[in-house]
């Protein structure tokens, strides 16, 4: 259904078959056994019922239909050594409590929040287009998590980012706007955590500064990025006049829609109006280049 905020395809761009999309998801039951008691005393202290609220709040304030609200309960929720994502294939979160811990033993205020941010990747808009192997369901999980499946993918767009992979190959991808798609996930992530936080009456003075480290370069919370966010929205405002308000809400609806960051009209309004290879330049960041983020969030305030 095209009006879904999560779509799986053929390579061909068909929908997928209704039970080969139901095999992947149910092994995620599967994996959800396998979650450590240290995993489920974190995962037992959050509030879904009013996370879920929050996360409709969301939805309904850029007009989405809600038969594709996408929110994940805690039993796709699963526990991996590796890494912390969210999985589009299995429709799953997977959080690695070892992420957390760039600054001592993850709190409940660090569960909760990255939580929210992957479940804002789970609503915003997701295309996994490709090839389903069963091959490799039976072992992937939860230890190859970020080696196998993606590449039984030709594309996978994740809110404003883009992945494609040359068939059965894991060489040659590009991937565009990643750390775009990141800062705008995990700025509209800290909204919803400040609220649920509130009303949880939770302590987030030492978790705030935590989330604003950019001299750590393990902290979870994509400091630079959201600065990045910021700075464009601002310059977008005083460009069009609009207030910051609004052009914000225009990137979470743009997340949520998928909009395509490479149409030409949009390449064009930031040549125009920025500089040239801006948006070239945005669309290549990936995890670690920082440093170049921060030459553009510069460049945005410089010759404004
Ligand atoms: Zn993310």
Redesign the pocket.
């Known amino acids: 259904m095209a009006n879904k905020s999560r779509e799986v395809l053929t390579h061909t761009g068909e929908p997928e078959a209704p039970d080969k999309i139901q095999a992947i998801e149910n092994e995620v039951l599967t994996d959800a056994e396998k979650r450590s008691p240290e995993f489920l005393a974190y995962l037992g202290k959050v509030d879904f019922d009013l996370l879920r609220k929050l996360f409709f709040e969301i939805f309904k304030r850029i007009g989405m239909d809600e038969t594709s609200f996408n929110f994940l309960g805690p039993e796709r929720i699963v526990e991996s050594n590796h890494g912390t994502t969210y999985s589009g294939i299995d429709n799953a979160i997977i959080i690695a409590l070892k992420n957390l811990e760039a600054t001592g033993r993850p709190t409940e205020q660090d569960f909760a929040h990255v939580l929210i941010?992957?479940e804002v990747?789970a609503t915003a808009k997701t295309i996994c287009r490709g090839e389903i192997d069963p091959t490799w369901l039976a072992d992937y999980f939860p230890n190859k998590v970020n080696s196998i499946p993606e590449n039984q993918f030709r594309e996978l767009r994740y809110g404003l980012s883009r992945l494609t992979l040359p068939k059965k190959s894991i060489h040659g991808r590009t991937r565009v706007f990643y750390l775009l798609n990141?800062g705008v996930?995990?700025k509209l992530a800290r909204e919803i955590f400040e609220k649920y936080a509130n009303v949880k009456d939770m302590d987030v003075k030492e978790h705030g500064k935590k989330v604003n480290d950019e001299k750590n370069p393990e902290n979870y919370y994509y400091p630079i990025p959201v600065r990045f966010v910021e700075a464009l929205v601002d310059r977008i405002a005083k460009e069009t006049g609009l207030e910051s308000k609004m052009v914000w809400e225009s990137f979470v609806r743009a997340a949520y829609t998928g909009e395509d960051m490479e149409n030409p009209e949009l390449r064009q309004a930031f040549a125009e109006t920025i500089s040239d290879d801006f948006l070239s330049r945005l669309s290549r960041l990936e995890i670690g280049d920082e440093e170049q983020m921060l030459e553009l969030i510069e460049e945005l305030k410089k010759n404004n």
């Open positions: 941010h992957e990747h990141e996930t995990e």
